[in-house]
Structure formats: C-alpha cells, structure tokens
C-alpha cells in the first residue's frame, strides 16, 4: 500500500549509522512492514486535530487536568520507565519500546557533542512526553508528526493528500487560507500546534523549572514539526527567534531520526550518566 512521501528526504544530514541502515529507508509512509498501521494513526490524527480540539487541550494544560493539578508526581526516571509500554504507532521505523529510542538518541548526541551535557539530557527527555499515551489519551493525540491548525495545510504535511478529508476544518475558508487565525511572522509560539507529546513535555519542562537553556526547550516543543524543520514550509509563520533556533532543532533531528535502529542499549549500563544529569538539571519528583 502506498501512502504518499515524506519532507525529510529533502534533508538527511551525515551522520554515523549504528546499523549502515541507508538514510533513504528512514520514514517510509509508502512501504513497509508497519505502513498501514501508521497510516491509520495519521487519519485518525488528521481528522481529529482541529483547531476546537486544541484549545480545549491548551486550556486544560493551564486549568486543572495538566496544570493547576499535576496527573502524577514522578521523576523522570520513573516516568522513562513507564516509556517501556509505550511503542509509537506512528513511527515506521519503531517497533520497539520508546525508552530504547530515548537512550539511542541521547547517546548518539553524547557521542558527537561530548561537551554540551544539557544537549544529552535532551535527547533522553525528547519523547517523555508520550507517557500521555500511558496515562490514557488516543495515540493520535499524542504521537506523530506536528503541524499549525487553523490555516492552510503546507505540501510537506505527510499524508496530506488521502488523511484529512474527514476534518472539519477543512470546510472553514479562514482555516484554508495562508495566514489563517494567524499574523504574518507572528512567532511560533503563538501558533496552535496539533496536540501532542511535544507541547505536553515542554509544559512540563516549564511548569518544573527546568535548569535548561533556551535551545532545549526549543528542540522539545518542536522536534516533531517536520513541515517546519525538515519541510521548509510555515516560515511566513515564524518571527526572528524561530529562525535563530532552527538550526538548533534540526542539529537535534538528525540523532532523533537516525540513531533508530534494532540493536539495543542497555539501559542499566547508562543509567547512572544519565542519573546525573537530571540531578543537575531537573532533579527530585516532578509534577507531570
């Protein structure tokens, strides 16, 4: 079954394979063994994400279901350990729980940049942002690529052409203009993103204090906002500090996308590194 491409094969950076597996078999939507499986995870997304389904998801995070009362207090690592549960249905590269992914990114960025420790921490905490998945909301609403809603629907959205024929935004012209319910350059951070684990994690991060600089927080709210940075679309969206930190976001892509492979770490061997880091940056229980 074929199912339409993907904007990251416009960019697919060097970087060391752990398996030689060749950057042009990463994000397949057209082939594979796991393609319809994620192809109905984007319908279902694509048809649900509107722009009511958002704001009821933004107001819940500053009222009491993500915000004024926290779901749990965990620590992180306790809350990488509920990933263990967790396999992204929209990935087609993933068969395999998200904490193994959280640890081969991380280490892939520890192994290139040895000197930016937050930039590890990062790579661990990217996805933790799934646990919502855990903690019982539809896979649509939390995995998956990311794009604005309430205006136009860029080339690069994946699947765009066979996914969101059922979305009744689609019938609201303001929604299908350029701009939309937007201003030119207005700034991501005033954009409605589609909900899921990104915007989640990075409320999370903020709500926490975490001792992060301001590249980070860029890289989690948005690494999933493939139009964006990997696509080259919504850019009449973005303001002076989105294009600063892009290229942060896609030094960040390049370990998200292709440290994915079969072979394993073994987390009771990193642990400990890791452990660290979060003591420095983001330490004791925190609200989730």
Request: proline share 6%.
């Amino acid at each position: 079954m074929q199912h339409g491409c993907d904007p990251s094969e416009i960019y697919r950076p060097d970087i060391d394979l752990q398996d030689g597996k060749p950057k042009g078999d990463f994000r397949n939507f057209k082939e594979g063994p796991l393609v319809d499986r994620v192809f109905n995870t984007y319908l279902l997304m694509h048809t649900h994400q509107t722009v009511e389904f958002v704001k009821k998801k933004v107001g819940y995070l500053n009222n009491e279901e993500y915000g004024g009362r926290s779901l749990r207090q965990m620590t992180v690592m306790e809350t990488l350990d509920l990933l263990d549960t967790v396999v992204d249905e929209s990935d087609p590269d993933v068969d395999f729980p998200n904490s193994y992914h959280a640890y081969q990114t991380a280490e892939g960025i520890r192994k290139a940049h040895p000197d930016k420790d937050w930039f590890h921490l990062v790579g661990l905490l990217h996805d933790m942002g799934k646990i919502l998945a855990v903690l019982g909301e539809p896979q649509w609403a939390v995995v998956g690529d990311t794009f604005p809603v309430g205006c136009k629907v860029q080339d690069s959205v994946v699947l765009r052409d066979s996914t969101f024929h059922d979305n009744p935004d689609m019938k609201n012209p303001i929604y299908n203009s350029k701009y939309g319910i937007y201003q030119p350059n207005c700034g991501l951070e005033n954009v409605l993103m589609s909900w899921g684990h990104d915007e989640y994690m990075y409320k999370v991060m903020k709500q926490n204090n975490f001792a992060l600089p301001q590249e980070a927080f860029y890289m989690i709210r948005y690494h999933s906002f493939y139009p964006w940075h990997t696509g080259g679309d919504y850019m009449h969206l973005c303001n002076e500090d989105d294009l600063h930190m892009l290229p942060w976001v896609k030094e960040f892509n390049k370990f998200d996308l292709y440290t994915k492979c079969k072979d394993l770490p073994d987390p009771r061997e990193l642990k400990s590194y890791y452990q660290s880091l979060i003591d420095k940056f983001c330490p004791g229980q925190l609200q989730w």
